[in-house]
Structure formats: structure tokens, C-alpha cells
């Protein structure tokens, strides 16, 4: 399936670029650490789901980067931009070898089936 994303056609000439640019900045620091770190964890602070996913990759004996923006109430606009680049809806998002497997609980069913080593092997 493939997720919805509003067609280049469907938005203005005029704003294309604004839309393009926007929180561009967060989104390159994210791609950077997701190309240099076989695990990263993108997260804010004293959100008990980022700290039950870097818990359990600790748990696990997987070294991870960890990308924290903000807050609840800093940073905002800033996850939102991830949000929209992602289309993951929460925090954390939790990127495998550069592919995007969701948030904590995705994360430890993961660590269950044995599937995060084989991807971390591949």
C-alpha cells in the first residue's frame, strides 16, 4: 500500500518551495544520523515511550544514536515536520539500517521475533 502523499501538481507553483524548505534542517540532521548509525531513536525528552525503546535496545546490547527534540512543549513544529516527512503519527520513531520501523512497541516486538538482529545483520 502506499501512503497518501498530496500530488506536486496539487500545490501552487508559488509555495512548492516554502513547503519544500520547510523544518528542512531537522528532517537533513535526522537523514544524517540515519545514514551514519545502523539504529537511531528519534525522541523527546521525558517521553516514557522513547525511554521504554532506548531501554530495550539497551536490553538487547544494540547501540543506538539518539536525536532529541525538545519537549512536550518545545520543539513542537519541529517534530511535526518529521511527522509529515515520515508519516508516523508518535514519538519515538525508531529508524532500522534506514528504514523507518515505528515506535517502541514495533521496537520490541522486534527485539521478540528476532527480526532486529537479522536486520542489523543484513
Known amino acids: 500500500m502506499t501512503r497518501l502523499v498530496l ?9 512548492r518551495q516554502r513547503i519544500a524548505e520547510h523544518h528542512l534542517p531537522v528532517i537533513q540532521q535526522v537523514q544524517s544520523g540515519v545514514a551514519q548509525h545502523a539504529v537511531v531513536v ?13 531501554k530495550a535496545l ?13 519537549s512536550y512543549f518545545s520543539q513542537w513544529r519541529l517534530r511535526n515536520a518529521l511527522k509529515m516527512w515520515t508519516g508516523w503519527p508518535t514519538f519515538p ?5 534506514g528504514t523507518l ?3 517502541a512497541d ?10 532486529l538482529q537479522a536486520l542489523l545483520k543484513a
Open 93 to 97: 520513531m525508531v529508524f532500522v539500517r
Open 42 to 54: 528519534v525522541g523527546l525528552s521525558r517521553n516514557p515511550f522513547v525511554s521504554k525503546a532506548r
Open 106 to 115: 514495533d521496537l520490541r516486538r522486534l527485539i521478540d521475533s528476532g527480526e
Open 58 to 70: 539497551a536490553a538487547a546490547g544494540v547501540a543506538h544514536e539518539y536525536i532529541e527534540l525538545g
Open 101 to 103: 520501523v515505528g515506535g
Open 7 to 15: 500530488a506536486e501538481s496539487a500545490i501552487h507553483p508559488s509555495i
